[in-house]
T-cell receptor
Framework: EDQVTQSPEALRLQEGESSSLNCSYTVSGLRGLFWYRQDPGKGPEFLFTLYSAGEEKEKERLKATLTKKESFLHITAPKPEDSATYLCAVQAASGGSYIPTFGRGTSLIVHP | DAGVTQSPTHLIKTRGQHVTLRCSPISGHKSVSWYQQVLGQGPQFIFQYYEKEERGRGNFPDRFSARQFPNYSSELNVNALLLGDSALYLC?????????????FGNGTRLTVT
């Protein structure tokens, strides 16, 4: 069974204090790993897709990396507007349906 | 461009009642998926439809059903509501039903069962 574990569950940072969020996964035949951002009361917003170990993607203060067992979302010099829940999802070929499995998320709060 | 739209945004129902939730995908997207999100947890997969055919079903009871229409919009139906069905129901669309296409989510329907 595909499993996705995110850590920490919650993270509080001061503005400008860089850190990383972790997503570890167990899946046979990884097709893609996705990062989403979710603001309170809203649906998840797509950030990145990573396909293979060693791949990196960047967007503003966010950088996502991927190994064979985990992915990191690095946040450099965060601002209060980066406060949100960050969700990781993995997609594997399961009976041909490619259904992504989500982790529980990391709730990030950035204090000014 | 219009994103994924869901209706209604909020809904209060009583145990035992039936509910229908609606979703319109992004124009050009042929795949629609439904997720249930309980507070503090990640989205849990319910159904995926592609070209009006069911492509996947999550571990939910038969009280949950869905369908996709010729215009690719979709409905999620839940019968005999239980208190535990209270959650945020998310609809997501993607370009294709296979491969690594990212999901584009609507803002969900908040269902409260009393």
């Amino acid at each position: 069974e595909d499993q996705v574990t995110q850590s920490p569950e919650a993270l509080r940072l001061q503005e400008g204090e860089s850190s990383s969020l972790n997503c570890s996964y167990t899946v046979s035949g990884l097709r893609g790993l996705f990062w989403y951002r979710q603001d309170p009361g809203k649906g998840p917003e797509f950030l990145f897709t990573l396909y293979s170990a060693g791949e990196e993607k960047e967007k503003e203060r966010l950088k996502a990396t991927l190994t064979k067992k985990e992915s990191f979302l690095h946040i450099t010099a965060p601002k209060p507007e980066d406060s949100a829940t960050y969700l990781c999802a993995v997609q594997a070929a399961s009976g041909g349906s490619y259904i992504p499995t989500f982790g529980r998320g990391t709730s990030l709060i950035v204090h000014p | 461009d219009a994103g994924v739209t869901q209706s209604p945004t909020h809904l209060i129902k009583t145990r035992g009642q039936h509910v229908t939730l609606r979703c319109s995908p992004i124009s050009g997207h042929k795949s629609v998926s439904w997720y249930q999100q309980v507070l503090g947890q990640g989205p849990q997969f319910i159904f995926q439809y592609y070209e009006k055919e069911e492509r996947g079903r999550g571990n939910f009871p038969d009280r949950f059903s869905a369908r996709q229409f010729p215009n690719y919009s979709s409905e999620l139906n839940v019968n005999a509501l239980l208190l535990g069905d209270s959650a945020l129901y998310l609809c997501a669309s993607s370009l294709v039903g296979q491969g690594s296409s990212p999901l584009h989510f609507g803002n969900g329907t908040r269902l409260t069962v009393t």
